[in-house]
């Protein structure tokens, strides 16, 4: 803790992405960590497929491109008031009830 073991940054490795070592993978989760072989063997063959794809999308391809919506509420509206007709469905004498309420 009071002295940790650092390097200077002219001393860290370049990193270089190459194929995971599969059979020392396997070994070091299965045998010494007690993972199941199965998934581990599943998860290797993931990676694999994803090597060659492209890691990072755009921002755009999760939400979609903005839509345009137009309104035709007005026009319903007005297609429905001309529509009704006095006495017809949907009128009802005031105080008036559909259904068993209470009495």
Do not use: C, H, Y
């Not at 989760?29 to 890691?55: C, H, P, Q, T, Y």
């Not at 017809?88 to 209470?102: E, Q, V």
């Amino acid at each position: 803790f009071n002295n940790p073991e650092v390097l200077k940054g002219d001393d860290i490795p370049e990193i270089k992405w190459t194929k995971p070592d599969e059979e020392g993978l396997v070994d070091f989760l299965v045998r010494e960590k007690n993972f199941d072989e199965a998934r581990v063997r599943a998860a290797l063959k993931r990676i694999e497929a994803a090597r060659g794809k492209s890691s990072q999308g755009r921002l755009e391809s999760f939400f979609g491109p903005a839509k345009t919506v137009k309104s035709s509420l007005g026009v319903k509206r007005k297609s429905e008031e001309t529509g009704k007709k006095k006495g017809g469905k949907g009128s009802l004498k005031k105080g008036g009830k559909i259904g068993g309420g209470k009495k």
